[in-house]
């Protein structure tokens, strides 16, 4: 009847439309979809609906054809996401010495505090070195970054590295790739070696061709864009392992969220436009005073601290 609420199936539906429409699935994915459309007509049917109002008609097709190993169909997806998600004791030894090793085929998560920086070492030869706030899941010849920034410093493989990100992955040869989280978009910095972007999802496919050393990609949800950037800003995106921060024309709202990353203040834009404004200069990572002078001497901003918060407002007269 029109009007009538989706039922518990048809959002159900709905939810395995839109997750095949992203590139965060897998095999164990496909397999759980089949098990669950296997239970009734009802659930076919309502899928094949939700696929027709996403004008994608043959994705039903795709998915029954999709290649499943034997092993990939057998382990229940929510076991492996509950891997990736607990602290296991490697995570542990990280916390105490920095460093971790991990084993063939086993995965876990990382993550740093407020100011943090944390090295973790692959076993493949390969490292990840997670700046602030930052989370990573890791495996061996791949990684997924969720939240901040890493360095992913790759040692040479029978395969590339694979990193995965909210809007895409990347395909890496041997080398140093700088992955930060931004907020509608992933910028990958290649400093050495060279790889490739990749978007895909049963609704559509982009990708890139090998992209060389010093050259950025930008994930989007829609886009993947690849630019050069000179050698000297590029090494700078990783002087906060030396404990600074550098800004090389950075937008004041990237600028805002690394310092927060370092010194756990939180700032709010008086104007959203704030935000946009361009700013550049090296500082201490822990320099908040700093970060403070540098906006107000080069762009005319006035931080007020209200219940805790840094107010950012505009001074400049016109």
Not at 61 to 78: S, V, W
Not at 259 to 280: I, N
């Amino acid at each position: 009847m029109a009007g009538e609420e989706p039922t518990r199936i048809e959002m159900e539906a709905a939810h395995w439309v839109v997750l095949f429409d992203t590139p965060d699935w897998d095999a164990r994915d496909v397999a759980r979809f089949r098990r669950w459309i296997a239970k009734s007509d009802a659930h076919r049917a309502a899928f094949v609906g939700a696929s027709e109002t996403w004008h994608e008609l043959d994705l039903l097709a795709r998915l029954e054809a999709f290649p499943i190993a034997a092993n990939d169909a057998a382990a229940p997806l929510a076991s492996r996401r509950m891997l990736l998600a607990g602290l296991g004791a490697g995570v542990l030894a990280v916390g105490v010495a920095g460093y971790a090793s991990l084993a063939p085929g086993e995965a876990q998560a990382f993550e740093t505090q407020i100011g943090e920086v944390r090295d973790v070492r692959l076993v493949d030869g390969s490292s990840v070195i997670l700046n602030a706030a930052t989370r990573v899941e890791v495996r061996e010849r791949s990684a997924t970054i969720r939240a901040g920034e890493a360095l992913f410093v790759i040692a040479a493989g029978d395969r590339p590295f694979v990193i995965k990100t909210p809007y895409g992955q990347i395909a890496c040869e041997a080398g140093e790739v700088l992955a930060k989280v931004l907020a509608d978009q992933v910028r990958v910095s290649l400093l050495s070696g060279a790889a490739a972007g990749m978007q895909r999802s049963f609704l559509r496919a982009r990708e890139t061709p090998r992209t060389d050393a010093h050259n950025e990609m930008l994930l989007r949800r829609d886009a993947i864009d690849v630019a050069p950037v000179a050698r000297a800003p590029l090494m700078r995106r990783t002087l906060w392992r030396q404990g600074q921060l550098a800004f090389d024309n950075a937008s004041l709202a990237e600028a805002v969220a690394d310092v927060a990353r370092q010194t756990g203040a939180r700032f709010e834009f008086g104007d959203p436009a704030l935000g946009d404004l361009r700013v550049s200069g090296i500082i201490r990572a822990d320099d908040l005073d700093g970060f403070l002078l540098l906006l107000r001497e080069n762009l005319a901003i006035n931080a007020e601290s209200v219940d805790g918060v840094f107010v950012l407002s505009s001074t400049a007269t016109f």
